[in-house]
């Protein structure tokens, strides 16, 4: 069944007329119930274009959609008035800036873009934008936040046509499109905005992140892009230790562990007071641990601890069974009796 009228065909001919160069992008496909949508779409759009090539990938672990860049994913069929902002993202990552229509919201918006400074934004962030086909609103929007995540790396965008994934809209509370939803799902750290929404609010909302307030996934992710300075300076600047970056020291991944051990050390050297206060909230939760994980937390107890912390190992090593828990233990000690020194 053909998925486009004669106007939408027409529009992705025209379109494609004005590409210079092959646009790659990949399509997500899940084992979900919505694949063989997403397959039949592609299908028909490759046929009505030259100038695009699309890729087919597995990953179970996410919604069907369209991979376009590293930071934007569209899970969404792009039909009626979702179809131009769609081609004009395209024609954007690809580095080709061609309006379809010069419409004077289009123009407003690539002006904004322009004039905003992105390299304030330092904290990876993820914007979800929940649409609907049928909304009016949505294609404004998206042509607001697309512009936005192709300016600035840090920001993760993911599109999603609620009624095509009502299990995922219902899991983040959305009750209706557009609404964009700031942070890491439905938490204490979101902010939303249903209806039209303004590209210097939305980048004020970011840039003004208390990073004390960042959840665990995001620490992860700002380690895992070689920016554990940042969270050190960051931790340094407010005078506290993070809850979320305790969070990634008792993390199950040992190299989640180990990014955040670097963070202690570098505390360890600059503001060894500042490291000190890791130690209250790791011998709490010792106990619960299992051995891996404990021996990183002696480890961290060995560079960190004061003199409390060098009293709870001295009581705690006659109990421990573990040989490589008491070989952890011991160098703690010795590392804390060579600091007194």
């Not at 599109?159 to 959305?174: N, Q």
């Not at 050190?232 to 990634?248: E, H």
């Not at 206060?277 to 480890?299: A, E, H, R, T, V």
């Amino acid at each position: 069944m053909p998925v486009f009228d004669k106007l939408s065909q027409a529009l992705i001919q025209n379109w494609d007329q004005t590409l210079e160069k092959t646009i790659k992008i990949e399509l997500i496909l899940a084992d979900h119930a919505q694949d063989n949508q997403f397959i039949n779409f592609t299908k028909q759009l490759i046929n009505t274009t030259s100038n695009l090539t699309i890729e087919s990938k597995k990953d179970e672990k996410n919604i069907p959609g369209f991979f376009l860049k590293d930071n934007i994913t569209y899970s969404a069929l792009p039909l009626g008035k979702e179809l131009e902002p769609f081609l004009e993202a395209l024609s954007q990552i690809n580095g080709e800036h061609k309006l379809l229509s010069k419409s004077i919201l289009q123009t407003k918006h690539k002006i904004n873009i322009d004039m905003i400074d992105t390299d304030k934004i330092d904290i990876p962030v993820k914007l979800k934008l929940y649409i609907a086909l049928e909304c009016p609103y949505c294609p404004n929007v998206v042509r607001t936040v697309i512009p936005l995540a192709l300016a600035c790396s840090k920001i993760n965008l993911h599109i999603i046509d609620g009624s095509l994934f009502p299990e995922t809209a219902r899991k983040d509370s959305v009750m209706s499109a557009p609404c964009l939803i700031l942070g890491d799902g439905f938490g204490e750290d979101d902010f939303r905005w249903t209806g039209s929404v303004h590209l210097q609010e939305i980048v004020k909302m970011i840039i003004d992140r208390d990073p004390s307030q960042l959840s665990t996934q995001t620490l992860k992710t700002i380690l895992e892009q070689g920016d554990a300075a940042w969270i050190a300076q960051q931790m340094i600047k407010k005078g506290k230790i993070f809850d979320a970056f305790i969070k990634l020291l008792l993390h199950k991944t040992w190299s989640v562990r180990l990014g955040a051990m670097v963070i202690v050390e570098e505390l360890c050297e600059t503001k060894p007071n500042l490291a000190a206060l890791i130690c209250p909230s790791l011998i709490l939760l010792f106990d619960g641990k299992d051995i891996p994980i404990q021996g990183d937390i002696l480890y961290a107890l060995g560079e960190a601890g004061d003199e409390e912390t060098k009293e709870w190992l001295l009581q705690k090593l006659p109990k421990l069974v573990h040989p490589d828990l008491i070989d952890a233990a011991t160098d703690a000690l010795d590392s804390l009796n060579s600091k007194s020194k």
